[in-house]
């Protein structure tokens, strides 16, 4: 491990209207290190990455690379800089195929100028099967899920030969295997010198690569520390800026729940070229977990259910009366509530308020033409926002001016506040700090408790065993097995997904 | 295996093409069209295949550019009142073009720059050639400049039995203009740029594409195309005139969509916006010869064109339920 | 079954490319042209083409019809020029062509003969009706047409030279386009009362739409049409005559558009290879409020 | 002071500056004369009464197009629809269509303005259930409609003989003209449905993001369809104002080109093209001030072959008046305020 300053940030300042996002912030990555850059949701990490690949200019500060300082003016400028970037919400084209996504700006050139397509294609599906990928690198990126968008960005970023990669929470919709695999390749390239930043919130994954950790909160710099030297629970510590010691909240308090009355019963439901007849039934108050790999059809299995897609046949009946949901919002006025896994695309209205997007599927159920009362959305509204500690100057502000995290939490709240009988959450602590993502376990617990049921889908396997009580697998859009009480351990799960369960 | 693009890309572009020939047979059968009718479907849309290419760019970036037409007919007069003026052809040819090219430049830097809104920017344009048309001149200027009418009457002739079929130079000239642009778009980083755009701007930008300067130049693209529809328009008509080409921005935006072309950017071909093109002209034909009362004739039209869009928009859906079905019973 | 026209028939088969339907003249010019067809089902064969004001379309049209293989080609030219190529082709199909009530500028090789009225002569027409009027004295105002068409050029300048030649006591206070229609010619004559008031003495207007719009203003200002403010306008429209025999109009020279009967004998006559003059005159007159009541019922558009 | 500040960062704000800025500039040039108002007959009678009567078309067209705009759409074809509903009004008046309705303006009106409301659903079943783009769902009834409308007139301009029939656009109430009524009921009403409904929200949503609005619950189809139906209604209105206004049904002229006046009310007004948020009172605005320049050209007595020029100059003007980016380089100490 070569070392010497690759990147030095001295006294960042960045300031939104009515937010200041960074304060005096610095920074400093060395050649041939893994350095995590952590902090809360809206703590600033973002920021610090689009101030420093010029994506948003800074208000003041100063930045030096290789010991020269520099003024960063768009992204391009910091590609020819050997500035390269994964942002935070896969940033793609969506209508370019897997290989001109992998490629565009530095394409292969044929010999008199032009495009070189083969080469390109050769050189997409070699760069691929580097990360396990074997995919079609011809068609249109938007044919793939999220995950693996992601890992084409994450291609993409590690394929231009840069001297300093900027990963902003790359790993958030991956699968343990496929984050294995980009560590492999991360190692690599700090072992050829490159310089990494890495942000994420599984604290495991920092240490399992990070060499050095940098703590942001709101917006100041906290602390930079050698990974060995910082242990846990005081990295979290630093991360809230108070003691923290109860990290893990479990579902071993919760009792059995062979005997709760059956809620919600599922027969056969199905959809045509998404799922197959599906058969499951959800108990009253109890927090069922949907497990798969990757693309197993969990999300499509809970978007039936809810009538996000119309269901071609089967039956679903609620406390035993046939109801059989062909809209979201017949879903919703049963009790239901879906909360899905592509915030951007799915989930926030991005022009509008974080209170119009909270009060959105409420008055939805209420209907159009009975407004709710502008006090009680206020007073709704103040209450998710400290709940979910949803980082805002104040509840006016667009969506989309929130920090990844904090979108998501708004979505959430949008569903927690229809009230619902019923909560499916398809990936809901996705981009989400330590703190909170323990923050809503407790909250799903808590409501389970009260009654509601949950069914619950993440691609951390901890996280679902921690919270559910029973689990169903599904694999190549079907239901496999069912596991609960004694059975549901982590070694089954893996086993079902794998095939070898029963 | 090599011949699988995305799917919007080549299926719309197969359904597109295959409603033309249907379309196109069914005017054989019915109507007995010649050859001649197919040849002339280029010979009337040469300036209106220019001036979509131009357009089309402008729409794969999701933007839109509606100052076209009256960019063409400011071609016309002004280069009609030059050549009246004595000047030669081989001046106002490239003056003209040149002028397109820094209009249109112009609307796309206010566009970028001031981030303005390009319908109103375009608007503004349109009213602003338009004008000055009719201040050069009112009256329809003849252009009597030999220059022109040589190369106006040039074609090449071909002797089918008793039939006498032609085909311009200048239509010959759009067709290369659109081999061209589909050269351009595929094989240039400009034109793969163009599409990054339209998919997502925010992402291209991102990726480090030169998204502000690609705005511009498509602007300055759709200009320039536009002006050298007009000087083949001019050769067309071998004219001038304030009015002409009043809304045929609107001709050109819908064959751009008719071929497969989605307004919201991205997406698009630029075969399938000139394959458009020529559906307008088979549907106008088809008109003619069906010989409608006058009150019918737009209702046709606008009947035929529904009929397309909504047969197309049934045959992608379908076509997209297929491809998913395949895509996960391959996996 | 083909609609292609067959040429050995006897009958006549005519192609007609018709300009649009921008006023409400083109339009009792294209039903005249079609009823008279539709009498002569047996003997005449006629394929209408309606170009939506588009010269482009003309073109398509003409080259349609020449795949067709008609005996005549009609064309009514949406502009002056620019027609040489197309009409080329049509000579060298040896296909003859009657320009209707528009000429155009191209050689006299290629068209066989012209039927329709002098719009320069209207012009005049109705600026001596004006001057009559006004007893050559006064201020006026006038409605012109879109701007560029060559008829409200041509309107413009037979009346406006005549004016100035004839009658050096009428002054046109302001001109402005009205676009030929109703409601643009009443906009337009609001803001003129608006800005020289009673001043004004005459209005003219490049067609009776125009005016038809214009005396609503003249009403709505409290000012009484016909008499406050004297009308001059062209076409002859059935709504101008009623406001004639109202009182609320002057005076309208006609451009007569019932040119079938001249059109269909001119194309027959040419089928059967005869020469016809190169202009044919319609015929038209001169229409005044005294005579306004008795002339209405004869009024067919 | 507190209403002030709101007001100012309303979106309302600019455009209402212009309006007032193109009034004063008027009467300016015109010594005052701009501005005067007489009575004549019981009734107001100016150049300001005129812009308010001839602009209530325009702003009638203006709310529709607002509300498509904002939910992610575009309607080009209103000039087409308000051709068939003055064909359509003058037809049955005249006892052409519906003997049986013959001299019943107010049969007349219904039907007039339930077909611009079909025409509207059309266009909006088109745009929602069949999932055409737009601009070209709208594409097919702007090239239709005026052949429909020369359909039910048989190609002819029909003129009415109904003085209740003329009031729509020429009767005063107060003082006032009439049709300025029917904007400003049609306004309010549509305030109070958006202030006590939450339509307003379902709609910017549904324009901004289809596929989360749809998720959250909001019937987005339903949303869309309606808005065009109301579009087409207004349109219908527009129609009949015109349509009163000459005596009569002219469909070769009726609304000719005027949808690009009715998109550039909204955008001048300040409202996204791109759908969303929206101020219906903007676009208002947006279309007085349109209004006031063509009344501004006709006062000058501008040459008619330089209005277009005029009027390129001055759209450009005003929205880089209203350009963030430019207001932020030009003053960079109240952006920072703001
Ligand atoms: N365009 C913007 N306008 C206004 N405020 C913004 C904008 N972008 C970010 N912010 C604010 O800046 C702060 C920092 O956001 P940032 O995205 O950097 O957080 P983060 O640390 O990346 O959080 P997360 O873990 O949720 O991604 C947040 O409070 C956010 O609301
Ligand atoms: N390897 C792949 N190749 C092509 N399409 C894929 C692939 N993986 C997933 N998809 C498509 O992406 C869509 C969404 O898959 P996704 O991974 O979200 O499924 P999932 O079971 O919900 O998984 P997750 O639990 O991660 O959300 C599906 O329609 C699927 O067809
Ligand atoms: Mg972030
Ligand atoms: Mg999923």
């Not at chain 1, 056969?268 to 007849?277: A, C, D, E, F, N």
């Not at chain 2, 252009?143 to 079929?165: D, E």
């Not at chain 4, 020029?309 to 350009?323: E, F, G, P, R, Y």
């Amino acid at each position: 491990m070569k070392s010497g300053i690759l990147l030095d940030m001295k006294n960042i300042c960045k300031e939104y209207p009515g937010v200041q996002a960074l304060d005096n912030v610095p920074f400093q990555l060395e050649a041939g290190e893994i350095h995590a850059l952590l902090g809360e949701n809206g703590a600033g990490k973002s920021t610090l990455i689009k101030v420093l690949t010029g994506a948003e200019s800074l208000t003041s500060g100063a930045v030096f690379l290789n010991g020269k300082s520099v003024r960063v003016k768009n992204p391009l400028q910091a590609q020819h800089m050997g500035i390269s970037t994964v942002y935070q919400e896969v940033n793609l084209c969506p209508n370019l195929s897997v290989s001109e996504n992998i490629h565009i700006g530095r394409e292969p050139r044929t010999r008199y100028g032009l495009i070189d397509w083969k080469t390109m294609e050769s050189r997409s599906r070699e760069l691929l099967a580097g990360f396990d990928l074997d995919i079609d690198v011809i068609r249109a990126l938007d044919n793939y899920s999220v995950a693996v968008q992601q890992m084409v960005a994450i291609a993409r970023s590690c394929d231009i030969s840069a001297r300093i990669l900027i990963l902003d929470e790359p790993t958030s919709s991956l699968t343990d295997t496929e984050v294995d695999k980009l560590f492999s390749v991360m190692r690599r390239l700090r072992d050829e010198g490159m310089g990494i930043i890495f942000v994420t919130h599984f604290l495991d994954q920092v240490y399992q690569v990070c060499d050095r950790i940098t703590v942001l909160r709101n917006g100041r710099y906290i602390c930079t520390e050698n990974t060995k030297a910082l242990d846990k629970v005081s990295l979290v510590g630093r991360m809230i800026g108070k003691d923290y010691s109860e990290l893990s909240g479990s579902r071993t308090s919760r009792e059995e729940t062979g005997d709760k009355d059956i809620l919600m019963d599922v027969r056969g439901l199905y959809k045509s070229g998404t799922i197959s007849p599906l058969n499951l039934s959800l108990r009253q108050g109890e927090i069922l977990g949907f497990g798969g790999l990757l693309g197993s059809g969990r999300s499509e299995a809970a978007r039936v259910i809810f009538g996000a897609d119309r269901p071609d046949g089967g039956d679903l009946s609620l406390e035993g009366e046939p109801a059989l949901f062909k809209t979201p919002l017949e879903g919703i006025r049963a009790g239901l509530a879906f909360c899905p896994e592509e915030r951007k695309v799915e989930g926030i209205v991005g022009e509008l308020s974080i209170r119009d997007n909270i009060m959105l599927a409420l008055q939805a159920k209420k209907g159009m033409t009975k407004p709710l009362d502008p006090d009680e959305v206020d007073r709704l509204t103040r209450k998710y926002i400290e709940l979910l500690q949803i980082k805002t100057p104040d509840e006016h502000q667009t969506v989309k001016n929130l920090s990844g995290g904090n979108q998501q939490k708004v979505i959430l709240a949008r569903w927690l506040a229809t009230d619902p009988r019923i909560l499916i959450l398809d990936e809901p602590t996705r981009g989400i700090d330590v703190g909170t993502k323990a923050e809503i376990q407790k909250i799903m617990i808590s409501l389970a408790d009260g009654g509601m049921s949950v069914v619950f889908i993440s691609s951390e396997i901890d996280e679902m065993m921690r919270c559910c009580e029973r689990m169903v697998v599904l694999k190549d859009r079907a239901v496999v097995c069912e596991l609960s009480g004694e059975t549901l351990t982590e070694s089954r799960v893996m086993q079902s997904i794998a095939g070898k369960g029963e | 295996m090599k011949l699988k693009r995305t799917f919007s890309e080549i299926s719309l572009l197969t359904i597109t093409l295959a409603l033309f020939v249907i379309m196109y047979g069914a005017g054989v059968l019915f109507y007995g069209f010649r050859i001649s009718t197919f040849l002339n479907l280029f010979n009337d849309n040469a300036y209106l295949i220019v001036a979509t290419t131009g357009i089309f760019f402008v729409l794969l970036t999701g933007g839109i550019d509606i100052s076209i037409g009256s960019v063409v007919a400011f071609t016309c007069v002004f280069s009609a009142w030059l050549l009246e003026k004595g000047f030669s052809a081989g001046f106002v040819i490239p003056l003209v073009l040149l002028i397109g090219l820094a209009f249109g430049s112009l609307q796309g830097f206010l566009i970028v720059k001031f981030d303005l809104q390009p319908f109103i920017v375009t608007l503004a344009g349109l009213f602003f050639m338009r004008a000055l048309c009719s201040v050069i001149s009112k009256a329809a200027i003849a252009i009597k400049n030999p220059f022109y009418l040589k190369v106006a009457l040039a074609k090449i002739r071909f002797t089918l039995g008793r039939q006498h079929p032609k085909i311009y130079f200048y239509a010959l000239f759009a067709v290369a203009v659109v081999l061209g642009t589909a050269f351009i778009l595929k094989f240039t980083k400009f034109g793969r740029t163009v599409y990054a755009v339209g998919g997502s701007e925010q992402s291209a930008s991102l990726m480090g594409l030169p998204v502000k300067r690609t705005r511009v130049m498509v602007y300055g693209l759709s200009g320039f195309c536009a002006s050298l529809g007009g000087v083949i328009y001019s050769l067309y008509t071998l004219a001038g005139y304030s009015l002409q080409n009043v809304g045929m921005e609107l001709d050109a935006i819908s064959s751009a969509v008719i071929g497969g072309t989605l307004l919201t950017g991205g997406v698009g071909s630029i075969f399938g916006a000139a394959i458009g093109v020529l559906i307008q002209g088979l549907i106008q034909t088809v008109v003619t010869y069906q010989n409608l009362n006058t009150w019918w004739t737009k209702v046709t039209v606008a009947a035929l064109l529904c009929l397309f869009i909504i047969i197309q928009r049934a045959m992608s859906v379908n076509g997209e339920k297929a491809r998913k079905n395949r895509l996960i019973k391959a996996a | 079954s083909s609609d292609t026209a067959d040429s050995g028939s006897d009958k006549l088969v005519v192609g007609f490319a018709q300009i649009g339907q921008e006023s409400g003249w083109r339009d009792a010019e294209t039903a005249s042209l079609q009823w008279y067809a539709s009498r002569n089902l047996d003997t005449i064969e006629l394929h209408f083409a309606d170009a939506q004001q588009k010269q482009e379309n003309q073109i398509k049209a003409i080259r349609s019809f020449i795949d067709m293989g008609v005996d005549v080609i009609g064309l009514a030219p949406v502009v002056e020029t620019g027609w040489d190529a197309v009409l080329m082709e049509v000579k060298e199909a040896g296909i003859p062509v009657i320009f209707l009530d528009r000429e155009a500028d191209v050689d006299d090789s290629l068209y066989s003969t012209f039927i329709g009225s002098d719009f320069i002569l209207e012009g005049q027409n109705a600026a001596v009706e004006m001057g009559r009027l006004l007893n050559g004295k006064g201020k006026i105002v006038e409605l012109e047409g879109t701007v560029g068409a060559s008829v409200a050029n041509d309107r413009k300048a037979g009346f406006d030279d005549t004016i100035a030649s004839q009658f050096p006591g009428i002054e046109i206070l302001g001109s402005q386009t009205g676009d030929f229609n109703r409601a643009k010619g009443k906009e337009v004559m609001e803001s003129f009362l608006k800005t020289y008031g009673s001043e004004i003495k005459g209005v003219y207007g490049h067609n009776d739409d125009m005016v038809l719009g214009a005396i609503e203003a003249i009403k709505e200002a409290g000012l009484k049409p016909g008499m406050d403010i004297v009308t001059v306008s062209i076409d002859g429209v059935k709504g101008v005559f009623q406001a004639m025999a109202a009182g609320e109009a002057n005076v309208t020279v006609e451009c007569n558009p019932l040119l079938a009967p001249q059109f269909f004998q001119a194309a027959a006559d040419l089928k059967a290879g005869k020469t016809l003059p190169r202009w044919i005159k319609s015929d038209e007159g001169i229409f005044r409020a005294e005579t306004a009541a008795k002339d209405l019922p004869t009024r067919q558009y | 002071m507190e209403i002030l500040q709101k007001y100012r960062r309303a979106r309302i704000f600019w455009p209402s500056v212009i309006f007032l800025g193109i009034l004063l500039f008027n009467t300016i040039i015109s010594k005052g004369e701009f501005l005067s108002i007489t009575m004549m007959d019981g009734h107001f009678y100016g150049r300001l009464v005129d812009i308010f009567r001839n602009g209530s078309k325009l702003m009638l067209l203006a709310m529709g197009m607002t509300f498509v705009i904002a939910s992610g759409g575009i309607d080009i074809s209103v000039g087409s629809v308000m051709a068939i509903s003055g064909a359509i009004a003058c037809s049955v008046i005249r006892g052409n269509l519906f003997p049986f309705f013959q001299g019943s303006v107010f049969f007349a009106l219904v039907l007039a303005v339930a077909a611009g409301a079909l025409c509207g659903a059309w266009n909006g079943f088109l745009v929602s259930r069949v999932r055409i783009q737009p601009m070209v769902a709208t594409l097919i009834l702007m090239v239709a409609g005026r052949g429909i409308a020369q359909l039910i007139t048989n190609g002819k301009i029909i003129t009415v003989n109904s003085p209740s029939y003329y009031f729509i656009n020429g009767g005063y109430i107060l003082g006032l003209p009439f049709p300025l009524y029917l904007v400003i009921i049609l306004f309010a009403g549509l305030l109070f449905f958006t202030k006590k409904t939450a339509f307003g929200l379902f709609l910017a949503s549904s324009g901004i993001n289809d596929k989360s609005s749809r998720l959250a619950g909001i019937r987005v189809e339903n949303i869309k369809l309606l808005v065009y139906v109301f579009c087409g209604a207004a349109a219908a209105g527009a129609g009949l104002i015109e349509s009163s206004g000459i005596k009569g049904a002219d469909c070769n002229n009726a609304g000719l080109m005027i949808e690009l006046d009715a998109i550039l009310s909204v955008a001048i007004g300040g409202n996204l093209l791109t759908g969303g948020r929206f101020s219906l009172g903007a676009s208002i605005c947006g279309a007085l001030i349109i209004q006031s320049i063509t009344t501004t050209i006709y006062a000058m007595g501008v040459p008619p072959e330089v209005i277009q020029l005029v009027k390129a100059l001055l759209v450009i003007t005003i929205s880089l008046i209203q350009s963030e980016k430019l207001s932020i380089k030009l003053l960079p100490a109240k952006a920072a305020a703001q």
